[in-house]
Nanobody
Framework: QVRFVESGGGLVQPGESLRLSCVAS????????LGWYRQAPGKQREWVAD???????AYVDSVKGRFTISKDNDKNTVYLQMNSLKPEDTGVYYC??????????WGQGTQVTVSS
């Protein structure tokens, strides 16, 4: 079992940026694909981005060109740089294994609110 601790969320205005961080409890980034997910109020959790063990990334269409996923294997940390934020990006953001893999237990997530 791996546990994840997400941080970096906050309240921002449309067009602003945030950088989220996720620390995994075990050294898995060199082997596993990790992903970011989000859950908007009243909606199901959705996949946002993946980063593979070799650094290859993938994104949901709605964030392409605005969000960048990256990782630091030595720090066991995955990041999500979010630029040009929109109100529809509002939600609780979580990290876990990539979308093609069985998820570990979900962490608390970090709240992102985009509002003017």
């Amino acid at each position: 079992q791996v546990r994840f601790v997400e941080s970096g969320g906050g309240l921002v205005q449309p067009g602003e940026s945030l950088r989220l961080s996720c620390v995994a409890s075990r050294m898995i980034l060199r082997v596993n694909t990790l992903g970011w997910y989000r859950q908007a109020p009243g909606k199901q959790r959705e996949w946002v981005a993946d980063i593979g063990s070799g650094g290859r990334s993938a994104y949901v269409d709605s964030v392409k060109g605005r969000f960048t996923i990256s990782k630091d294997n030595d720090k066991n940390t995955v990041y999500l740089q979010m630029n040009s934020l929109k109100p529809e990006d509002t939600g609780v953001y979580y990290c876990n294994q990539g979308r093609a893999f069985r998820s570990f237990d979900w962490g608390q997530g970090t709240q992102v609110t985009v509002s003017s």
